[in-house]
């Protein structure tokens, strides 16, 4: 019986897992990853940690199912968006990769969107820090010999698939994120390339989600106890690849992804632009496919934040806060931990309690935290409605889907019933499902189905009251302090 295997390149960890030809879970592990913050608005990560990371998922894939490796058939990619990764003339890396909630290259955002206003329509989204393209003015401007050394720019899980394979590639739903692709006709832009310096010679070849993308190398498949002559598919954003593990591939399927950052993602079967609502419009991982996504930097990290900051462990401090629990919090948190992009596309935004009592209690302060980041969500349903995108439910998906205190929260703060699936399908699995529609060439329909529900969480009336003008009141919290984020930041590039 084939099996397939789906990796993940995650921002806080690599994951693996193996599945079957019935898509029954195998085997599955979790790498842990570190990342450095050495200035103010910084985050990097070394490559090299992402391969030792995926050779001890392997390794532990391995010795749980020593004999499931060899009936490998395909395998396929997930990864965190929008990372620089800088490539030289030897395949190695030229620096540490810049990452998704990297803020350094706000001026050149600002100076992409300013000097081509007409080029965020093509490319789907406004020019943001968090994008790929800005970095890379960043580093001509700030460090020009890296920037002179590099022969590709490539993506995160894309420097896994040059060290499986040797192909210098990617495809459609990562390389969307990058502010170089031409988003209606799937191909890069030479005017988006030229505006940073850069032309097709420094991009990896293009490839569907769901294609063909290069052979394992003999000698790590031997390394890693697999039979010779497996595809390695095209793969997928972290989200995209969410997408296909819950089957949201067709016009209209809607999730909610609570992770470590927050993602309100919409497919759509057209190529719908809305950059002024700072919506990300963008190739799906399937052919003839693409979504509109509110895109959040500050998920369920920012409940991690504060049970680390509370001394608590996390299940108990959830649990402590639902008993607790008798409506909206008096407090309120603004979750911008690591800046914003959608609605703000501000890198400075910083986390605010605000409201504090000599009478607070940490129950407060943690269901504070869990209304902001429900309320941010408020914002981007917000966005993808002024985008012409009407939401009557979504999925629930990511770590903080577990908690049916939030999910609790959440539908009531967003007034649409959100539903939760049995098993967290999340981008590993979504990945396995590419390598096995690269290996078989089947219909994404047929594979891409739907997990079994596990509950419905419906709206109640009163909550969804009572919750109105607290969503308001946090708005005009964040507009009140914007100011004073961007006064009282230090800067950090140079």
């Known amino acids: 019986m084939p099996h397939y295997l789906g990796l993940d390149m995650g921002t806080s960890a690599v994951k693996a897992i193996i599945v079957d030809e019935q898509q029954r879970t195998i085997a599955e592990t979790t790498i842990p990853l570190d990342i450095s913050r050495p200035r103010n608005l910084w985050s990097e990560q070394d490559p090299e940690a992402w391969w030792l990371a995926v050779q001890a998922a392997i390794g532990a894939l391995r010795s749980q199912t020593p004999a499931v490796l060899t009936r490998i058939e395909a395998i396929g990619l997930s990864g965190q968006m929008h990372g620089a990764v800088l490539i030289g003339e030897r395949d190695q890396p030229l620096r540490p990769a810049i990452l998704w909630n990297d803020g350094r290259s706000v001026r050149e955002a600002e100076e992409l969107g300013e000097k081509h206003p007409d080029l965020s329509r093509t490319m789907g989204v406004i020019p943001m820090p968090g994008l790929t393209a800005p970095k890379l003015l960043w580093l001509a401007r700030h460090e020009p010999e890296i920037f002179g050394a590099i022969r590709k720019v490539i993506l995160p899980k ?15 739903s990562d390389a969307a994120g990058t502010w170089w692709l031409d988003e209606a006709t799937r191909d890069w832009s030479d005017e988006a390339l030229a505006a940073t310096g850069l032309n097709r010679t420094h ?18 498949a031997e390394e890693w106890g697999m039979q010779s002559g497996i595809v390695v598919a095209g793969g997928a954003g972290d989200v995209a690849a969410g997408a296909a593990a819950l089957g949201a591939i067709e016009d209209g399927s809607a999730f909610i992804s609570l992770g470590t950052s927050g993602q309100f993602f919409v497919t759509t079967r057209d190529f719908k632009p809305a950059p002024e609502t700072l919506i990300h419009s963008f190739c799906h991982a399937l052919p003839d496919r693409w979504f509109q996504m509110a895109a959040m930097l500050n998920g369920a990290s920012c409940l991690a934040w504060v049970a680390g900051l509370l001394n608590a462990e996390m299940a108990e401090l959830l649990r402590s806060t639902e008993t607790a629990y008798r409506g909206p919090a008096s407090q309120l948190f603004l979750p911008y931990l690591a800046g914003e992009r959608t609605p703000h596309n501000d890198p400075y935004a910083r986390g605010v309690f605000f409201g504090l009592s000599p009478q607070a209690q940490r129950t407060d302060l943690a269901q504070a935290v869990l209304e902001g980041v429900a309320f941010s969500f408020a914002d981007a349903k917000a ?7 009407p ?5 629930l998906i990511g770590g903080g889907s577990r908690s049916a205190f939030w999910a609790r929260i959440l539908a009531n703060v967003l007034n649409i019933p959100l539903v939760r699936y049995q098993g967290d399908k999340g981008p590993a699995f979504g990945a ?8 078989t060439g089947e219909a994404p329909e047929t594979v891409c189905s739907a997990p079994a529900v596990f509950d419905s969480v419906e709206p109640e009336p009163h909550l969804v009251d009572l919750y109105a003008p607290r969503i308001e009141s946090f708005r005009r919290l964040y507009h ?15």
Do not use: N, W
Request: proline share 6%; hydrophobic share 40%.
């Open 203 to 220: 991009m990896p070849d293009l490839v569907e989600g769901s294609a063909p993308c290069g052979m394992l190398r003999r000698e790590i």
């Open 432 to 439: 396995a499902r590419l390598a096995r529609l690269a290996a």
């Open 480 to 494: 009140a302090l914007k100011p004073e984020f961007r006064h009282g930041s230090s800067g950090g590039a140079p």
């Open 158 to 172: 894309d420097y896994i698939r040059l060290r499986m394979t040797g192909s210098c590639a990617t495809e459609m």
């Open 391 to 395: 939401l009557a439910c979504a999925g």
């Open 383 to 389: 966005c993808l409605q002024h985008a012409g995108t």
